[in-house]
């Protein structure tokens, strides 16, 4: 089991900044990637950024690309923060962060584990 804890949600005006942290405990056969993912009321949920542990590889989703910033924390173990920066109306989503034991990428189906949310609210 991999448990993983959002935090660092708010909300906040266009073009501002949040970010968000999420802790997760180890897996046994280790925990391989990272990503975070967000909800709108409505809507589906979609990929936003991941991240590989080891080697720091990370990927996004267009809709972020040049805004959003997927990292790991190397002095604090089994931390990886999503920094958001010029935030829009329509970033406004509940905001989960997930855990892959094997190669991940934008979709759910990577994912084995899941955290409660972080809601994040932008206003115009």
């Known amino acids: 089991q991999v448990q993983l804890v959002e935090s660092g949600g708010g909300s906040v005006q266009a073009g501002g900044s949040l970010k968000l942290s999420c802790v997760y405990s180890?897996?046994?056969?280790?925990?391989?990637?990272i990503g975070w993912f967000r909800q709108a009321p409505g809507k589906e949920r979609e990929g936003v950024a991941g991240?590989?542990?080891?080697?720091?590889?990370?990927?996004y989703a267009d809709s972020v690309k040049g805004r959003f910033t997927i990292s790991q924390d190397n002095a604090k173990k089994n931390t990886v923060y999503l920094q958001m920066n010029s935030l829009k109306p329509e970033d406004t989503a509940m905001y989960y962060c997930?855990?892959?034991?094997?190669?991940?990428?934008?979709?759910?189906?990577?994912?084995?584990?899941w955290g409660q949310g972080t809601q994040v609210t932008v206003s115009s």
């Open positions: 997930a855990a892959a034991l094997g190669p991940c990428g934008l979709g759910q189906q990577w994912y084995n584990y």
């Open positions: 180890e897996h046994t056969y280790g925990t391989k990637c």
């Open positions: 991240l590989y542990i080891s080697g720091d590889s990370t990927f």
